[in-house]
């Protein structure tokens, strides 16, 4: 014990029971909380040195112990001894591992919508993130590099490539050109929507109602599937109006602009 309170000492510490004192002793911890600037407290039965870290008393040292390591801001403060676990512990809501030797890290949340910002990469292979589905099919999405160009997906293009096939899905080119790679176009139902369906005439016209109103009136086309006969179509930013013949049925294909 007399060493450390030699070393206190030395560190400019004034021992007393005074109300300034930077040093007072007592039979046991003090807990709970507390003012930070207040005097340590040395307990000369456990040997033990408290202070106030953060607004709540805690023991920082005790006899033949000395005082505990700082963390080091180095890794941001979070108690951890590698940049990794650092990152790890810094992943609020989520699981950060480092892989391959720090090019590669796997962002684990259960958040409805976890968001993850990726900057880097060099001229010849731009940043990427790699995304698993609860189906078990992985995706890269991100930017290609110029030894990265597939096809129509140029450098600086923005992509998606499906592991499993080989293939890439979907890019949009830096002049903002967009490319449907080797896929189909699919509203996802059975049932008419805004981009494609079929009408059925009636006393020769037929309306549908956009699901949304358009700045700008869509372009649509539309056919007749029952005969050869003509159609024609109006557009309004709300409506979809066909005209031909009788009780004709009528395909319809609309692309929205704005």
Same mark, same amino acid.
């Given at each position: 014990?007399?060493?450390?309170?030699?070393?206190?000492?030395?560190?400019?510490?004034?021992?007393?029971?005074?109300?300034?004192?930077?040093?007072?002793?007592?039979?046991?911890?003090?807990?709970?909380?507390?003012?930070?600037?207040?005097?340590?407290?040395?307990?000369?039965?456990?040997?033990?040195?408290?202070?106030?870290?953060?607004?709540?008393?805690?023991?920082?040292?005790?006899?033949?112990?000395?005082?505990?390591?700082?963390?080091?801001?180095?890794?941001?403060?979070?108690?951890?001894?590698?940049?990794?676990?650092?990152?790890?512990?810094?992943?609020?809501?989520?699981?950060?591992?480092?892989?391959?030797?720090?090019?590669?890290?796997?962002?684990?949340? /259960?958040?409805?919508?976890?968001?993850?910002?990726?900057?880097?990469?060099?001229?010849?292979?731009?940043?990427?993130?790699?995304?698993?589905?609860?189906?078990?099919?992985?995706?890269?999405?991100? /930017?290609?590099?110029?030894?990265?160009?597939?096809?129509?997906?140029?450098?600086?293009?923005?992509?998606?490539?499906?592991?499993?096939?080989?293939?890439?899905?979907?890019?949009?080119?830096?002049?903002?050109?967009?490319?449907?790679?080797?896929?189909?176009?699919?509203?996802?139902?059975?049932?008419?929507?805004?981009?494609?369906?079929?009408?059925?005439?009636?006393?020769?016209?037929?309306?549908?109602?956009?699901?949304?109103?358009?700045?700008?009136?869509?372009?649509?086309?539309?056919?007749?599937?029952?005969?050869?006969?003509?159609?024609?179509?109006?557009?309004? /930013?709300?409506?979809?109006?066909?005209?031909?013949?009788?009780?004709?049925?009528?395909?319809?294909?609309?692309?929205?602009?704005?």
């Amino acid at each position: 014990m007399k060493y450390v309170v030699l070393m206190l000492a030395m560190a400019g510490f004034v021992c007393g029971q005074s109300s300034n004192a930077r040093l007072r002793f007592s039979p046991t911890d003090p807990s709970g909380s507390c003012s930070n600037g207040t005097a340590m407290v040395w307990n000369w039965n456990s040997g033990s040195l408290s202070g106030c870290v953060s607004g709540t008393w805690g023991v920082v040292a005790t006899s033949g112990g000395g005082i505990a390591t700082p963390v080091s801001i180095a890794n941001g403060g979070t108690g951890q001894t590698t940049a990794s676990a650092a990152l790890n512990a810094l992943a609020a809501g989520g699981t950060l591992t480092n892989n391959a030797a720090g090019q590669q890290f796997t962002f684990t949340s /259960t958040a409805n919508s976890p968001t993850v910002t990726i900057t880097g990469g060099s001229a010849s292979a731009g940043p990427q993130l790699q995304i698993v589905n609860s189906a078990s099919k992985t995706y890269d999405i991100g /930017t290609l590099g110029s030894g990265q160009a597939v096809g129509a997906a140029t450098a600086g293009s923005f992509f998606i490539y499906d592991q499993g096939a080989a293939t890439m899905r979907f890019s949009i080119d830096i002049n903002g050109k967009t490319y449907i790679h080797g896929a189909s176009i699919n509203t996802g139902t059975a049932s008419n929507t805004d981009l494609a369906g079929t009408l059925t005439l009636v006393g020769g016209t037929i309306t549908r109602t956009f699901s949304k109103s358009y700045t700008s009136a869509p372009i649509c086309v539309a056919t007749d599937t029952t005969a050869t006969n003509a159609v024609q179509t109006s557009v309004t /930013t709300t409506v979809l109006t066909i005209n031909g013949t009788s009780t004709d049925a009528v395909s319809y294909i609309c692309m929205g602009r704005n």
